[in-house]
């Protein structure tokens, strides 16, 4: 990809708003594409964190995994994102896995030494990095509240009224989105299992809340969606 297409790209991230013409240029030099199939790990822990990814097509998950091989989601990345960002703060060596789901990712890799360079002389960019983490940390706090006060199927409910608010499309007076998870991503990442989500799901459309198949979800109302969890 060619410089102008580049800034392009970066046009698309609320993160570069700040940046100047002269920056998003400099910025677009140190810019590596790359892409991966499906199911692919990007990084894994123990390897150098020296880069940060900025994400152009597909989504990501971001996880920990137990000395048992239990998997933990932490995060979904999806397009016009950044990821890998530990880096910026000091990790030396990644501490979570990076992978795609079932479409193939396009992404860009930065060395952490190119970004630095271009943050330390924009305060507007550095307050934007410090609002990513501080998101992150928040989402953090979330979950962990959730998992404290909330039954699984409240938090399986809960999930689903997220990431159908934030990405899935108006049809009508219902809400459709469509996705990579997996029953068992969807366990993962609230921290219950493939069977109790399977149930749950089940137990909404029965109840005429959502109807599923494989890749879709569509909500009937979000809001009674919501207070079902209750």
């Keep these: 990809m060619d410089s102008v297409n580049k800034i392009t790209l970066l046009e698309q991230f ?5 940046l100047s013409t002269d920056e998003k240029k400099r910025l677009s ?12 790990v990007i990084y894994q822990p123990g390897e150098p964190s020296e880069h940060i990814f900025l994400l152009a097509k597909g989504p990501i998950k971001i996880s920990t995994h137990s000395n048992e091989g239990k998997e933990v989601i932490k995060q979904l990345i999806h397009p016009e994102a950044v990821f890998g960002e530990l880096s910026l703060v000091g990790e030396t060596t990644r501490s979570e896995t990076a992978q795609s789901l079932k479409e193939e990712v396009h992404y860009y890799t930065i060395r952490v030494a190119d970004f630095q360079r271009i943050v330390f002389g924009n305060p507007t960019l550095s307050r934007r990095i410090l609002n990513l983490f501080g998101k992150r940390m928040m989402a953090a706090e979330h979950k962990l509240e959730d998992l404290i006060f909330k039954d699984a199927r409240s938090r399986i409910v809960g999930f689903l009224h997220q990431v159908v608010s934030e990405r899935g499309r108006r049809v009508g007076y219902e809400m459709l ?7 068992q991503d969807i366990a ?4 219950t299992s ?6 749950v799901l089940n137990e909404l459309r029965k109840e005429n809340l959502i109807y599923f198949n494989r890749g879709r979800i569509l909500v009937r109302d979000m809001d009674e969606l919501l207070a079902s969890a209750a």
């Design 14 to 18: 609320d993160l570069f708003d700040g």
């Design 29 to 40: 030099e140190t810019m590596e594409y790359k892409k991966k199939p499906r199911y692919s």
């Design 177 to 183: 989105l469509k996705h990579s998870l997996t029953h």
């Design 188 to 191: 993962n990442i609230t921290c």
């Design 194 to 199: 493939r069977q109790t989500v399977t149930l």
